[in-house]
């Protein structure tokens, strides 16, 4: 009788919990309808854009795809002047995953003047970079660049901030490193909606940063 209960018990728990990451990921999938784009010539001009961060490197050494293609993505945008300025936002609290560091190198390197770059060294998630992009920039219309799935979740972040953001679509990838990333989109969209209940932003002390009005 006791194994019964128990086993009634955690199947509850595991339809709750179904139940949550689907009502979070529907909410945040619903929310970025009609916000999202793939095409360069149909996507309306923004002046700012703001690249999320992702490591160049897998943990096993190798080059990270999610990082070339968003890297490709942002260029795209600047040289078709669907933005004017670009705001690399990521972590750099570590040599090995100083994102923004690696992605304006790469930028300049594909032919990205270093004028219309800006960078925030301090966006350990995509939440602290939606936020400060507020806080710390004081913009309120972006155009974010990511992969779909992260697009939809920084882009229900943003309407939370009072941010009018679009977003463009870097190029996705396929096979089994797509399944562990959805895996972890999924929990990340949970995520979202405890940050917000319980209000976890840090306090930003650094100097506010006035980005060019033209």
């Given amino acids: 009788m006791r194994r019964k209960k128990v086993f009634w018990f955690a199947s ?6 179904a139940i949550v990451i689907f009502t979070c990921d529907s ?3 619903n929310a970025a309808k009609g916000k999202l784009y793939a095409d360069l010539k149909s996507i309306p001009y923004n002046k700012l854009g703001i690249l999320l961060g ?5 943990k096993n050494g190798d080059k990270s795809m999610y990082y070339d293609n968003r890297v490709a993505a942002a260029v795209k945008l600047l040289q078709d002047r669907k933005i004017k300025y670009l705001l690399i936002s990521g972590d750099s609290s570590s040599e090995r995953f100083n994102e923004p ?9 594909a032919g990205i003047d270093s004028s219309v770059l800006y960078v925030d060294y301090l966006s350990t998630r995509t939440y602290e970079s939606i936020r400060r992009l507020k806080e710390i920039y004081g913009q ?5 660049i990511s992969q779909a799935p992260h697009n939809e979740r920084a882009l229900y972040l943003a309407s939370k901030e ?6 463009f679509n870097a190029v996705e990838l396929k ?8 895996v ?9 909606f405890i940050d917000f209940l319980f209000d976890k932003n840090p306090a930003y002390t650094d100097p506010k940063v006035k980005l060019p009005d033209n």
């Fill in 12 to 17: 509850v728990v595991v339809i709750l919990i």
């Fill in 140 to 144: 309120d219309t972006v155009t974010i």
């Fill in 54 to 58: 992702v490591p160049k490197f897998k």
């Fill in 175 to 182: 096979g089994v490193q797509t399944w562990y990333t959805t």
């Fill in 162 to 167: 009072g941010i009018q953001a679009i977003a």
């Fill in 27 to 29: 909410i945040i999938h």
């Fill in 101 to 109: 560091y690696s992605m304006r190198g790469d930028l300049i390197a």
């Fill in 184 to 192: 972890h989109e999924k929990l990340a969209r949970v995520k979202v």
